[in-house]
T-cell receptor, first 111, second 116 residues
Framework: AQSVTQLGSHVSVSEGALVLLRCNYS??????LFWYVQYPNQGLQLLLK??????LVKGINGFEAEFKKSETSFHLTKPSAHMSDAAEYFC?????????FGTGTLLAVQP | KAGVTQTPRYLIKTRGQQVTLSCSPI?????VSWYQQTPGQGLQFLFE???????NKGNFPGRFSGRQFSNSRSEMNVSTLELGDSALYLC???????????????FGPGTRLTVL
């Protein structure tokens, strides 16, 4: 079955520390993959996308993700966390005419 | 270019009532998808419309229905509301949608439905 797994429903980092949010997908054929961010009471905003052009993908707000086929992973990273990064992050993959989302990771940034 | 708009933003209904939510996609986008977001179930796909035709449907009861108009605007309807229908309903639009192809979806702010 096609699925997306996000390890860690809550992640807390200090301001200025590395952010690492984990995402693994299950599929025999690599799908297209996305990271979305959701701020309170708002919709989803696309951070970055993997569409097979390059394995290291850079997105907005300093985030990037690396597609690793051997590990079926697409982890999201940011070298230095900012207070404004506090939000919920969703990894998603394509399926027929829809997106399948992971359960989300709530990122807290401590001053 | 205006983004995806959803109306209303907030809605309070009582059990047994029915509700209609509206979504206007980005100009030129022909595919509209609906998702339900709840704390317990996360983001669940409801259905997707393209050129007024439903192309895909998630695992929801028949109380959930939708339609798309010729201008690509879409509505979803929930009849006989239950407490468990309380959720954030998100609409997303994309240019053409498609089968397991690259399908960047742009999301609206959502409609927060509370069922009392």
């Amino acid at each position: 079955a096609q699925s997306v797994t996000q390890l860690g429903s809550h992640v807390s980092v200090s301001e200025g520390a590395l952010v690492l949010l984990r995402c693994n997908y299950s599929s025999s054929v690599p799908p297209y993959l996305f990271w979305y961010v959701q701020y309170p009471n708002q919709g989803l905003q696309l951070l970055l996308k993997y569409t097979s052009a390059a394995t290291l993908v850079k997105g907005i707000n300093g985030f990037e993700a690396e597609f690793k086929k051997s590990e079926t992973s697409f982890h999201l990273t940011k070298p230095s966390a900012h207070m404004s990064d506090a939000a919920e992050y969703f990894c998603a993959r394509t399926a027929t005419n829809k997106l399948i989302f992971g359960t989300g990771t709530l990122l807290a940034v401590q001053p | 270019k205006a983004g995806v708009t959803q109306t209303p933003r907030y809605l309070i209904k009582t059990r047994g009532q029915q509700v209609t939510l509206s979504c206007s996609p980005i100009s030129g986008h022909r595919s509209v998808s609906w998702y339900q977001q709840t704390p317990g179930q996360g983001l669940q796909f409801l259905f997707e419309y393209f050129s007024e035709t439903q192309r895909n449907k998630g695992n929801f009861p028949g109380r959930f229905s939708g339609r798309q108009f010729s201008n690509s605007r879409s509505e979803m309807n929930v009849s006989t509301l239950e407490l468990g229908d309380s959720a954030l309903y998100l609409c997303a639009s994309s240019l053409v949608g498609g089968h397991s192809s690259y399908n960047e979806q742009f999301f609206g702010p959502g409609t927060r439905l509370t069922v009392l």
